[in-house]
Structures are given as C-alpha cells and as structure tokens.
C-alpha cells in the first residue's frame, strides 16, 4: 500500500506533526509507502522568486526518492481550475491507494480529495472543525464551552472571549466550520483519539458510524535511547538528582495549559523538590517571573525545549508529570508518553484526560484550578516510595494494554483497507 498524509506544517510544530513522524515510522516498519504532502515549508525548502507551485518539485518527488512533497496549493481557502489541475497532477504522479488528512483547514482541498482518492481524516484537536474559535474554550473565566457550533458562535467572542472579536474573522472562521461540517459527508471515514472528540463530532451532526477512535500510540525502547544519547555535554543529565525528586511539566507555555497552577501548588508542597518547566511560549518571562516572587525553596528551571531523547529520559528520572491543563485537551499524548517511562501523572480531569488516566492506579485526577488537591497529589507522590512505584508500574502497563504502536496499527489500517472498498 501506498499512503499520502497531509497537513499543513511540513516541520515540527506540535502534536499533530510529532504524531505524524511516528506514524510514518510504524507504516514503513510495517511495508506501507508513505508520503508526506504539506502545505507550509521551513525557509530553506520555499523556492524563491515568483509563485511556489507543486509542479516545481514534482521532478524531485516522482521518483519517490524524497518522502515529502511542498504543495502551497493545501492552504488555499477556495481552489480554482488551475489548483484542482496542478493538485490532481499531483495525485496522479503519487499515485497513492489511500489519503490519510491531518490538519487541513480548506474544506476545498479535503473534497478535492475525496474525489480523486478514498480519504479519511484524522480529526486531532477542535478548532475550525467543530468550533471555529480556541477549541471549545471560553478565555475569560477559563472554563470549557459545551456548546455545539451554532449561531451563538457569532456573538461568543465578545461575551467569553474564544475567539478574534474582528467581525470578518468571526465570520470567515464560521464558515470555514460549517463547510468543514458540510465536506465531512465525502469522507470515507473519521479518525479521533479519543470519546471526547467523537462526542464533539457527533454533537455538529456528523454520524456516528463514521467515526472511528483510535487512542494515540507510545512505545519506550531504553536500551536504544540509551545507546544513543550523548555520554557527555547533554543537558539532560544537568537535571539529574537522586537526592532531591523531579516534577516535570511539558507543554507550551500559554495561560490555558495551567502552568500557573503548578507554581501556585509548588508553594504549598513542603516535601523538597526539583520542577522542570520543558516547553517555551508567551508566558515562560511571567512564569519564571512567578517563581521568583513567590519564593519557592524548590529548584525550579525552565530549560525551553528538550529533544525527544533528553524529554524521555527526564520522564524516566521523574517522580511525577503535572498536566494542569484548563483547555479540554482532546487527548493529552504527554502524559501516555510519561506513563510509558513509568512517570505517573496528576492532571486536572478536563477533555480526554479522565479517558486515560485512571485515577488511583497511575495517577491523581484534581478538580480543575484546586491548587491545595494538586499541591496534596503531588506531595504523596514525592513522599511515598512505594505508591510511586505501585503507579510507576501500573502506568507502564497500562500504555502497553491499551496505546500500543501495535494496536493503533492495527486499528488505522482496518480504517484505510475499509475506505478502499
């Protein structure tokens, strides 16, 4: 089989594209063909002068040397003759047996090609599919929106503060949901990671029967990051304290991720720790402002971005990751990656979370913006040695019954055969 995935960013950007670069390597493990069409190029990779046009790299990528093709074409809101030409010409030069979609924004391109290949769609977060807004999030009071998309999503910017309050803007943004919403019914199927999701599908109508869950996937190989990692000069090991146990939390640094909350819950946990803030974003200049004030006795550091082997190996040192996530995560891939190093977790029980997280048995769930329960959660953890390692251990087994690469396999191309016939 031949697979084309798309998406907008061909770089590193979040989630979807980390997710993306793991699925690749699971299909090629597996004999399937994987193509990686994008929409948004790194500087390097944009031609230069005049129009960027598919066409211009097709000569690189037809001989399926190269794995990735830059099609700008993705972006478009509307496509005309010209782009469904130079689109089709791609297909066809790919060739593949199925299109797996990530995150796409132009309904255009996602019936385009339905229309020219079998397609399914991985649906990851909220945000112009089901809510044209910041995914199913009310900004001023910092709570979840339950509400379906709707007309009351024209006036919602201005009374919670979920979106850009320009007029056009609401208006494009709304549009773009509702002809999301409309192009769905040419999809084969839907994929989502978790029941939260499926329910916000299905709330804007869109069937059950054609979405299908498959949880996201995680595996730990220690030998091999072991074998890999630098002996010396890594910052990694910098961290590294037997005496004094690790709080991690590992995220962008924007208000809705609860960072905040940590730091509040830090000053309330008497036990010595050392708290690890890997991430970056707006709000890392205030946080680390706040720990300063706040005068915590702890140690605590804010390294910005750690590769994925330096990231792995703080889980593995970790007495416990800290997701106080206000946002409705749609799934919460972090903390699997945590639990599959034996790092168990305490999370606020918003989105998916409670889906993965089995309270008491790999972690803590805590009610949302209650600092003293996360300041207790994480004082048990740090304090004792035996419920840390009963949850160490069940967490490691728990990612490896029910996300592992296997399954997730196994359910994926289920979908992609199924949307064939």
């Known amino acids: 089989m031949r697979l084309v995935q798309v998406n907008d960013h061909g770089v590193m950007v979040g989630g979807v594209e980390s997710y993306m670069a793991d699925l690749s390597d699971l299909l090629e493990s597996a004999g399937i063909e994987v193509i990686q069409v994008y929409g948004i190029a790194s500087p390097h990779e944009s031609p230069s002068g005049g129009e960027s046009r598919p066409q211009r790299l097709l000569g690189d990528c037809c001989p399926l040397t190269r794995r990735r093709v830059f099609c700008p074409d993705l972006l478009r809101p509307h496509l005309g003759v010209r782009e469904r030409h130079r689109l089709r010409q791609l297909v066809e030069a790919l060739s593949p047996d199925a299109i797996l979609v990530h995150h796409i924004e132009s309904p255009d391109v996602l019936e385009f090609f339905c229309?020219?290949?079998?397609?399914?769609?991985?649906?990851?977060?909220p945000s112009r599919f089901v809510c044209p807004g910041r995914g199913k999030f009310y900004a001023k009071g910092h709570v979840p929106c339950h509400r379906p998309f709707g007309p009351y999503c024209l006036i919602a910017p201005f009374r919670h503060g979920c979106g850009s309050r320009r007029p056009w803007t609401i208006l494009s943004n709304s549009?773009?949901?509702r002809r999301w919403i409309s192009a769905t019914q040419h999809l084969r199927r839907i994929l989502v990671a978790s029941e939260y999701m499926k329910r916000e599908l299905e709330a804007v109508g869109i069937p059950a029967e054609k979405i299908v869950v498959n949880p996201l996937f995680f595996s730990s190989d220690r030998a091999e990051d072991e074998a890999r990692r630098p002996s010396d000069g890594?910052?990694?090991?910098?961290?590294?304290?037997?005496?004094?146990?690790i709080v991690?939390?590992?995220?962008?640094?924007?208000?809705?991720?609860?960072?905040?909350?940590?730091?509040?819950a830090l000053a309330h946990?008497?036990?010595?720790?050392?708290?690890?803030?890997?991430?970056?974003g707006p709000e890392r200049a205030r946080l680390q402002?706040?720990?300063k004030e706040l005068g915590l006795h702890h140690n605590v550091d804010f390294p910005g971005w750690l590769d994925r082997r330096e990231v792995k190996q703080l889980y593995r040192w970790a007495r416990v990751l800290v997701m106080p996530s206000l946002w409705p995560e749609p799934f919460g891939r972090v903390g699997i990656e945590a639990m599959a190093e034996g790092a168990p977790v305490v999370a606020f029980g918003v989105g998916a979370i409670p889906?993965?997280?089995?309270?008491?048995?790999?972690?803590?769930?805590?009610e949302p913006r209650n600092v003293r329960q996360l300041a207790e959660k994480i004082e048990r953890l740090v304090t004792d040695d035996d419920l840390f390692q009963r949850m160490s251990a069940r967490a490691r087994s728990l990612v490896a019954e029910r996300f592992s690469p296997e399954g997730h396999l196994h359910r994926l191309l289920d979908v992609m055969i199924s949307a064939q016939r």
């Open 355 to 366: 889906e993965w997280l089995a309270d008491g048995e790999v972690g803590f769930l805590v």
């Open 289 to 291: 402002r706040k720990s």
């Open 175 to 177: 549009w773009l949901t």
């Open 269 to 280: 946990v008497k036990a010595l720790v050392r708290a690890i803030f890997i991430g970056d």
């Open 248 to 264: 991690l939390f590992c995220g962008r640094m924007y208000d809705y991720k609860g960072a905040d909350y940590l730091l509040d």
């Open 115 to 125: 229309t020219v290949r079998p397609t399914v769609q991985f649906v990851h977060v």
């Open 234 to 245: 890594a910052a990694v090991p910098l961290f590294r304290s037997d005496a004094v146990p």
